[in-house]
């Protein structure tokens, strides 16, 4: 019994002491526009993307998110933009975010909508910068200088 205790204690820990993975995605359009999604909980602009589920990849995340925030379907992961991991980035969690910047295509439909209110292309100097939601607004400005980040 004591055995099981301690396996249980282990298995909290392990959910309830460590951050959570998930993905941020800089879907670009093959016109160059970026798409940014408005989340219901905050009513801000924000990067498609979301958390890990189990037994998924990185990759599948990213497409999975993608589809349900966007409607769009993934190309192509062209590069890995950052990894950020500041225990106050997500509001709701401590979670490391995995951001990339990806080809897409398809036609534009919140598929999740309790989730996402409204997703829209931006041209690069229209996007809405100074109150994302998160730290998308630190992820785009990383992304717009080249940087590759690890924050």
Request: with cysteine; net charge negative; proline share 5%.
């Amino acid at each position: 019994m004591r055995r099981l205790w301690q396996f249980v204690q282990t298995v909290l820990g392990i959910i309830f002491r460590h951050p959570i993975t998930g993905t941020s995605i800089i879907p670009l359009l093959p016109d160059g526009r970026i798409v940014l999604v408005r989340r219901r909980d905050n009513g801000k602009w924000a990067l498609p993307g979301g958390m890990v589920n189990w037994g998924q990849d990185i990759p599948t995340t990213i497409e999975r998110e993608l589809f349900e925030e966007t409607g769009l379907e993934l190309l192509k992961i062209r590069q890995l933009v950052g990894v950020y991991s500041a225990p106050g980035r997500d509001p709701r969690v401590h979670s490391i975010c995995i951001l990339v910047e990806a080809d897409v295509t398809g036609t534009m439909e919140v598929q999740d909508v309790l989730e996402i209110s409204e997703v829209k292309a931006f041209e690069l100097e229209a996007i809405p910068k100074g109150n994302l939601s998160h730290d998308h607004d630190r992820q785009l400005q990383d992304y717009f200088e080249g940087n590759i980040t690890v924050a």
